[in-house]
């Protein structure tokens, strides 16, 4: 079975810091890891994937992630938050190769920025 | 160039009618999924189509959810004899081959509220 959990439900970070956010899965073999977010009334939006390779991933909108497979987690990152940031952050996860063709998702972390 | 797109963008149903949902995926694309998202929740996949066969619908909550995609492009779900429980965004994603690797890209959502 494959599943994703987003451990935090909100998280705060002041305007200029930097931001994590948080994820761990569960799949059987190798993951695809996806992270999307969500501004208000609007669809998900790709901001950065894993599949293979260099554990640091980086993205749309100064974004990255870095993958570590002992810790079986993809935390998402940024050095520096704008409030423009601020919006739902979903986690997704795929098992690679032989896994079902759709996407698992974690429940979402809230990110909002303060000015 | 055009993403997903999604119409209605809101539908209001009274308990007991049947709706239809419709998804124009990025053209060209020969994968597509439908994905409902309930308030408060990450998406949950409904079905899936390769060109115009439905290879995986284990999603699909009831037999009320019916989805079609027959000339290998634009798809409806529909959703017969609506309950309040149907209430939720309902996303649409395609993605250009399927493969696992691909990226999945989303459009805006229908968001059904069933009085």
């Known amino acids: 079975a494959q599943s994703v959990a987003q451990p935090e439900d909100q998280v705060n970070v002041a305007e200029g810091n930097p931001l994590t956010v948080k994820c761990t899965y569960s799949v059987s073999g190798n993951p695809y890891l996806f992270w999307y977010v969500q501004y208000p009334n609007r669809g998900l939006q790709f901001l950065l994937k894993?599949?293979?390779?260099?554990?640091l991933v980086k993205g749309s909108y100064g974004f990255e992630a870095e993958f570590n497979k002992s810790q079986t987690s993809f935390h998402l990152k940024k050095p520096s938050a704008l409030v423009s940031d601020s919006a739902l952050y979903f986690c997704a996860v795929r098992a690679g190769q032989t896994g079902a063709n759709n996407l698992f998702f974690g429940t979402g972390t809230r990110l909002t920025v303060i000015p | 160039g055009a993403g997903v797109s999604q119409s209605p963008r809101y539908k209001v149903a009274k308990r007991g009618q049947d709706v239809a949902l419709r998804c124009d995926p990025i053209s060209g694309h020969v994968s597509l999924f439908w994905y409902q998202q309930a308030l408060g929740q990450g998406p949950e996949f409904l079905t899936y189509?390769?060109?115009?066969?439905?290879?995986?619908k284990s999603g699909l909550p009831s037999d009320r959810f019916f989805a079609e995609r027959p000339e290998g492009s634009v798809s409806t779900l529909k959703i017969q004899r609506t309950q309040q429980e149907d209430s939720a965004v309902y996303l649409c994603a395609s993605s250009s081959t399927g493969t696992l690797q691909e990226t999945q890209y989303f459009g805006p959502g229908t968001r059904l509220l069933v009085l």
């Open positions: 894993y599949i293979t390779g260099d554990n």
């Open positions: 189509f390769q060109n115009e066969a439905q290879l995986d």
